[in-house]
């Protein structure tokens, strides 16, 4: 079945940092691929997706490139800030029929952003 | 611009109760998805609809149950309840096949 690994947690960096959050995925066919973050008592927000292969998602200030070879859509921003202190979900969907893309998220990675 | 509205935001309940999760996605989204997230863990996907029907089924328990009304709302339903349904149930919509919006999520604690 479908699988997405991303790197254990938790990271603890400094302010204006370069951030890396590796994920790795399993599944057949060509999947979209998306980041999502988690702040402290919220919902899911959409960071970003790519929806084919070397295809980049980006925002915020954050990218990830979908790389087919590599099976990978690893999250990375070039200078951190304390606000985006979260914990960050890599998922995929797959499947293009209505109701029936349900999301399968990897393990989450807290981040703390020290000043 | 409007979101998915959850509510209620928290429950408290006893083991054997029952409890009723409501979900009132986007304005002209058609599709729902309901999503349970455990203490320190991923979301896990429970059920899903489109256009009021059924279209896929997660590691839901027979215990639960979900609908989607004619104004595209959605209710999922718990009964017998256990220690282990503490959570939060996230619910998001989705214009047809796209990208899915999530609520706040409705925290479930049960005593």
């Known amino acids: 079945g479908d699988s997405v690994t991303q790197m254990e947690g938790p990271v603890t960096l400094s302010e204006e940092a370069f951030l890396t959050i590796n994920c790795t995925y399993t599944?057949?066919?060509?999947?979209?691929l998306f980041w999502y973050v988690q702040y402290p008592g919220e919902g899911l927000q959409l960071l970003l997706k790519?929806?084919?292969?070397?295809d980049k998602g980006s925002n915020k200030g954050f990218e990830a490139t979908y790389r087919k070879e590599t099976t990978s859509f690893h999250l990375e921003k070039g200078s951190v800030q304390v606000s985006d202190s979260a914990v960050y979900f890599c998922?995929?969907?797959?499947?293009?029929?209505?109701?029936?893309?349900?999301?399968?998220f990897g393990t989450g990675t807290r981040l703390t952003i020290i000043p | 611009a409007a979101g998915v509205i959850q509510s209620p935001r928290h429950l408290i309940k006893e083991k054997r109760e029952t409890a009723t999760l409501k979900c009132y996605p986007i304005?002209?989204?058609?599709?729902v998805y309901w999503y349970q997230q455990g203490p320190g863990q991923d979301p896990q996907f429970l059920i899903s609809?489109?256009?009021?029907?059924?279209?896929d089924k997660g590691s839901i328990p027979d215990r639960f149950s979900a609908q989607q009304f004619s104004d595209y709302h959605s209710e999922l339903n718990m009964s017998s309840l256990e220690l282990g349904d503490s959570a939060l149930y996230f619910c998001?919509?989705?214009?047809?096949?796209?990208?899915?919006?999530f609520g706040p999520g409705t925290r479930l604690t049960v005593l």
């Open positions: 304005p002209r989204h058609d599709t």
């Open positions: 599944a057949t066919g060509y999947p979209s």
């Open positions: 609809f489109y256009e009021k029907m059924q279209s």
């Open positions: 998001a919509s989705s214009p047809g096949t796209d990208t899915q919006y």
């Open positions: 790519a929806t084919k292969a070397d």
């Open positions: 998922a995929l969907k797959r499947g293009s029929n209505f109701g029936n893309e349900k999301l399968t």
